[in-house]
C-alpha cells in the first residue's frame, strides 16, 4: 500500500510539473510575442515613407458637429502637406458616420480640405466603412476601379502597422507617413511646445516722501 501511494504522489508531482513548465513556456511566448509587436509597432511609428505615390489615403477620426476632432485635423493638415508638395494628386477621405451623427468623417473632412485649396475634383469620399479593415478594403476598391497601386497611408503613429499589413491583404502598395502633430500621438509634449506664462512686471512704486510739519 505504501509503494502503491507513493508511486501516486509520484506521478502527481510529475504532473505538476509538467503543467508548470507548459504554463512557464505560455506565458514566456506570450510576453515574447507581445515584446516583438510593440517594437514593431515603435519601429514603424517613427517611420514616414513619404514619396510620390498615385494617392493620399487619410484615416477617419470623430467630428463633431460637422468640424473635424483635434485628431481628424492632425491627419487633415498632414495630408494636405503632402498633397501640397505634390506628393500625390489625388486625395482619399475615408470615415463613416457614427452614430447620432448627422454627416460623417469623410464629409467633414472633405469640406475642410476643399476649404484650403484642395478642388473637389481631386477628393474621394469613402463613407460606409465603419471600421479600419472596412475603410481599408473600399479603398483598395476604389484604387482597383482606377487602376491605381500606391498609396501614403495617413494616421497616427501607431496605426502605422496595421495599416501597412491591411493594405497588402488588400492589395495595394502603401506607404505610411504619420501625422506628428494629433493629441494621442507619442511625447507630443516633446513635439507641442509648451506655452510659458509671462509674468506680468508690477510698476515699481516709488515711496512717497513725507511731508515734514513746517
Known sequence: MKRASEKAKAKAKHAVKIVRRVLTVLVVSVFTVWIISAAAVLVWSSRDEARPAQAIVVLGAAQYAGKPSPVLRARLDHALDLWKRRLASLLILTGGTGAGDTTSEAAVG???????????????????????????????????????????????????????????????????????????SPNREARWPRRTRTRRRRPCRTPRRMARPA
Open 110 to 184: 472633405r469640406t475642410y480640405a476643399t476649404k484650403r485649396g484642395v478642388p473637389d475634383s481631386a477628393i474621394l469620399v469613402e463613407n460606409a466603412g465603419r471600421t479600419t479593415s472596412e475603410s481599408m478594403r473600399a479603398v483598395a476598391g476604389m484604387l482597383e476601379a482606377r487602376g491605381l497601386q500606391t498609396a501614403l497611408l495617413v494616421s497616427d503613429p501607431f496605426h502605422m502597422l496595421r495599416l501597412r499589413i491591411l493594405a497588402r491583404r488588400f492589395g495595394f502598395t502603401p506607404y505610411t507617413s504619420p501625422t506628428r502633430t494629433s493629441p494621442i
